[in-house]
C-alpha cells in the first residue's frame, strides 16, 4: 500500500487511459466473445450455442486458406516494413542536397487520409488501359493486366501499398537514431 500513496499521482495520469483503453479494446473484445456463444438471427441472440460456432468456424472450407493469406501477410508485412523503413533512413541519412525535400516526400503518405491513398491506389491498379501500371506496360509493349483480381498479386500489392502508407514514420525514428551514431564509427 505504501508503493500505491507514493506512485498515486502516476497512477491518476494513467487512469484516463487506462478507461478510455478498456472501454475501446477490452468491453468489446469480452463482448465479441460472449456474442461468438450463441446462435444470432441478425443482431437478436436467440439461443447458447457453447463453442459450437467455433467448430463451424474451424470446419469451414474457408477458414484455413484465410489464416494461410494472413500469414502471408503478417510474415511479408514484417520483412518489408522492417527493412525497407531503415533503407530509406539510410539514404536520407546519406544525402546532401535536398535533405529536408526528402524528408517530407518520405513522411508524405502518412499525413495523406486513408480514403485518399486507396482513391490514389485505385487509379494505379485500375484493370484495363486506363489503370496507371498498365499504361506503364503498355508502354513498355506488355499487356495490360488485372492486378487486383489475380490471387497471386493481391498480396503482394497490399503489403506495397501498406508499406508506402507506413514506412515514413518508422523510417524517421531509425533516421534518428542513425544521426545520434557517432561520426568516427
Known sequence: MAGFKKNSGAWLIMLPSILLFSFFVWVPLFENVRLSLFHAKGMEMISFAGLEN????FKHPDFWPAMKNTFIYIFWSLVIGFWMPIVIAS???ETVHF????????YFPNILPGLASVIMWGFFFRPGPTGVLNILIDKLGLHAFNWLTTPGWT?????????????????????????NIPGEL
Open 99 to 106: 535533405k529536408g525535400f526528402f524528408r517530407s516526400g518520405i
Open 91 to 93: 539514404l536520407v541519412t
Open 54 to 57: 467455433y467448430r463451424l468456424l
Open 155 to 179: 498480396i503482394p500489392l497490399i503489403v506495397l501499398t501498406m508499406t508506402w502508407k507506413s514506412a515514413g514514420s518508422t523510417a524517421f525514428i531509425y533516421m534518428a537514431a542513425i544521426s
